[in-house]
């Protein structure tokens, strides 16, 4: 047998197109001529940061532990296991090195600058012991810096120029060949190595890492369950409604009418995971098109994938850029006067769905409660947050939706934060209009089905006050058991003050920035091409703010 390679795991946490597993299973030349099979270690490490570890709620570590969990059971089955370690990657790797005289370390690239230290430390680390350090690139659809070096060395600043510099680069790769087992083996650790180096003898429980259930779990409607097994399923499943759509001429058929109480039928939690190939399900996708309308044009209909290309330029705008998750020092993000001391009641009352407006409260505990909101309900209590209603910076919902949403990875849910609040990706504060809570309620959920299922202090509510409790009568209030201000919330705000005091103060720092030459000469702040672009991203027409 050859020396052990290391096949590490980070986000990649999946078998298929997976080219840095085919690296690592590939024979070395010597071997070839000697015949001799592959030592593989597949490795994952708690180290406190990677898969976004260190700001996790329950329902996200239990998502990634049970992608874990799959990926062992696929190890097994080929007479191998999955190692979780816990501690520094460099220590470990070096440790393992001494004791088994490691050839490679493979792993699938991580580009988001929060990951470049761990990344670096580890190659100097090869560097320094004569092991094969070999990054291969498959969790985006291109090479981010491929993107910015076509773009002449800066990432693109529009998402049109994005498109153009994309299709200059070239079609994404197409999925690599599953991996062929037949010379691997899967050799064990010494226990005494395993010892040192905290080797988990079976998956973990979130529980292990301190991380609990939070109350609001007992609302739970939908459960997520994590894994590549999982994915491919999910991904089977979308395709039959894709396909259903195509030849009905519909596309983006999970964005044209939001269903809030639906099973959703996105696979962003997999992609972000990396239990599903991005490249995987672009290309599927688009062959499925091809397919469908023989002959059609598919520049001339509606991206099918656009989805998936935000989320590239969202991740290529952040690789250059440590700053991209903040507002200080983010080149791309304007400075808006944000409240300088958010009362923490406020902040508290949004992030636990205590503020009065029912479809903000019951989206709020469904995050909590799930893990996942629906893309219109998450552009909702954004907006409600930040210039809509409550002039709270965007940082405090990062941070919120870092921890509990399960696909929140920091380059697109920063890129979406944002957005939503105006502060980049528009171009000069052009979105004047705010998403109105009540009147969004009522488009979205005229009957109130969607706020009972997570408000159960509501459930008795007539239609008429189902958005608006504190309209309804005392009379009814008490016959109904739900005083507002008791039972449930008075607004914490007044709706059409905060509208129209947020309102001026944008469009005062609309004439400032208009004066010291924007948008030409102005921040260099990324900003959209048309307000097509912006419809595109939003998914659904905001209603103005009455």
Not at 367 to 387: D, I, S, Y
Request: proline share 8%; with cysteine; aromatic share 10%.
């Amino acid at each position: 047998m050859g020396r052990p390679r290391i096949l590490w795991f980070r986000h990649g946490l999946r078998f298929h197109d997976n080219p840095a597993l085919l690296d690592a299973i590939q024979p070395f030349q010597e071997e070839e001529e000697n015949n001799k099979g592959i030592q593989l270690l597949p490795i994952f490490i708690f180290d406190g940061e990677t898969a976004g570890t260190s700001l996790v709620g329950y329902n996200r570590m239990a998502f990634l532990l049970q992608s874990l969990s799959d990926l062992d059971e696929g190890f097994r089955k080929l007479g191998g296991r999955l190692l979780l370690f816990k501690g520094d990657p460099s220590s470990i790797f070096r440790k393992l090195h001494e004791e088994l005289g490691i050839a490679m370390i493979s792993f699938e690239q991580d580009c988001e600058p929060i990951w470049k230290d761990r990344d670096q430390k580890v190659a100097k680390m090869c560097q320094d012991l004569g092991i094969i350090c070999n990054e291969r690139v498959s969790h985006t659809l291109w090479t981010p810096q491929d993107v910015i070096q076509a773009n002449g060395g800066v990432p693109p600043l529009t998402f049109k120029m994005f498109m153009y510099i994309s299709d200059v680069v070239g079609k994404p790769l197409r999925p690599v060949p599953n991996p062929d087992w037949t010379n691997v083996r899967f050799p064990q650790i010494p226990s005494n190595l395993a010892t040192e180096l905290n080797l988990w003898e079976t998956i973990p429980h979130p529980e292990d890492f301190g991380v609990f259930p939070e109350p609001e779990r007992s609302l739970k409607h939908l459960e997520w369950i994590g894994g590549e097994t999982q994915a491919l399923q999910k991904l089977k499943d979308r395709l039959n409604v894709e396909a259903e759509a195509f030849q009905k001429g519909i596309y983006l058929p999970n964005q044209a009418s939001p269903d809030l109480l639906g099973p959703p039928s996105s696979l962003s939690a997999y992609l972000r995971f990396g239990c599903l190939s991005v490249r995987r399900f672009y290309w599927d996708l688009h062959d499925l098109f091809n397919s469908t309308n023989p002959g059609a044009n598919l520049g001339e209909a509606p991206h099918i994938t656009s989805q998936l290309i935000w989320r590239e330029y969202f991740y290529t705008m952040s690789v250059k850029n440590p700053k991209y998750a903040q507002m200080k020092e983010n080149i791309i993000c304007l400075n808006i006067p944000w409240e300088k001391n958010p009362n923490a009641a406020t902040i508290e009352a949004w992030k636990k769905g205590l503020t009065g407006f029912p479809l903000v409260d019951a989206a709020m505990r469904q995050l909590l409660a799930e893990g996942w909101l629906h893309h219109t309900l998450r552009n909702t209590v954004a907006g409600f947050l930040t210039r809509g209603v409550l002039w709270i910076s965007w940082e405090v919902g990062l941070e919120h939706f870092l921890k509990y949403l399960l696909d929140a990875d920091w380059s697109v849910c920063a890129g979406n934060w944002m957005w939503v609040s105006s502060s980049a990706f528009e171009q000069l504060l052009d979105t004047s209009k705010c998403c109105c809570p009540v009147a969004m309620a009522n488009r979205l959920d005229p009957t109130g089905e969607y706020v009972k299922r997570y408000i159960p202090e509501l459930k008795n509510l007539p239609q008429e006050f189902i958005h608006e409790p504190w309209k309804m009568p005392m009379e009814l209030q008490e016959k109904l058991k739900c005083i507002i201000g008791v039972n449930y919330p008075a607004p914490i705000v007044n709706l059409k003050e905060a509208s129209d005091r947020n309102l001026e103060a944008m469009q005062r720092l609309r004439d400032s920035l208009i004066a010291r030459g924007a948008p030409k000469d102005g921040p260099p702040h990324c900003r959209p091409s048309n307000n097509a672009e912006i419809l595109a991203f939003f998914r659904v027409p905001h209603p103005e703010m009455p």
